[in-house]
């Protein structure tokens, strides 16, 4: 029998808190009325990214609209909200994003962040990043490190911005972290070992 990881997606119930793997790639959070609701937003490439996001959002009690961004790609969006407000306070300085500094992401966050931009390699594994928060991704690379997962960033001009994780030890570790592959995403969007 296999043993979960304390950090597993697993390993503990939803919570609000996990929400922040969307933040770790392109998603957004707002702030309302001095700091009383927050709204979280992302788009993402494929409808079983937002199907399965809908679907995580749910566990954790918040409820999430499917919609379409300008550009037609699928939009998930909750509504302002005051269980929300914690979770934005963390990751916004003022209105611009930023990695909190003790943020180390756990399996429920990491699977987040799969789910929202991740996408597997011939020798790796890409979490993407938020391409207008070029302030997040150092961070992001030291908030990895902490969860045992060294990553190396990709720039846009080989596909990113995202952070790399490879190496057979690197990847059964993130494996494990994320849990296993949702209902209707294709292997190469996940991360497996082999």
């Given at each position: 029998m296999d043993q979960l990881s304390f950090y597993s997606a697993e390993a503990r119930q939803p919570d609000v808190a996990d929400l922040a793997g969307m933040l770790c790639g392109p998603g957004q959070a707002v702030g309302f009325g001095r700091g009383t609701a927050a709204r979280l937003s992302v788009v993402v490439d494929a409808e079983?990214?937002?199907?399965?996001?809908?679907?995580?959002?749910a566990e954790r009690g918040v409820e999430a609209e499917l919609g379409r961004s300008e550009e037609g790609r699928p939009l998930i969006r909750t509504a302002f909200r005051a269980d929300l407000t914690g979770l934005a306070a963390r990751w916004l300085r003022g209105a611009v994003k930023s990695v909190p500094p003790d943020f180390v992401p756990d399996g429920a966050a990491l699977r987040l962040w799969a789910l929202t931009a991740g996408s597997a390699e011939p020798t790796g594994y890409r979490l993407g990043l938020d391409p207008h928060a070029p302030d997040t991704h150092a961070p992001l690379v030291t908030a990895l490190r902490g969860c045992g997962l060294p990553a190396k960033p990709v720039g846009p001009r080989a596909g990113g911005p995202a952070l790399r994780v490879t190496g057979r030890r690197g990847l059964a570790r993130l494996a494990e972290l994320v849990g296993p592959m949702p209902d209707g995403a294709i292997?190469?969007?996940w991360p497996l070992v082999s």
């Open positions: 079983w990214r937002a199907r399965s996001l809908v679907v995580a959002c292997e190469r969007t």
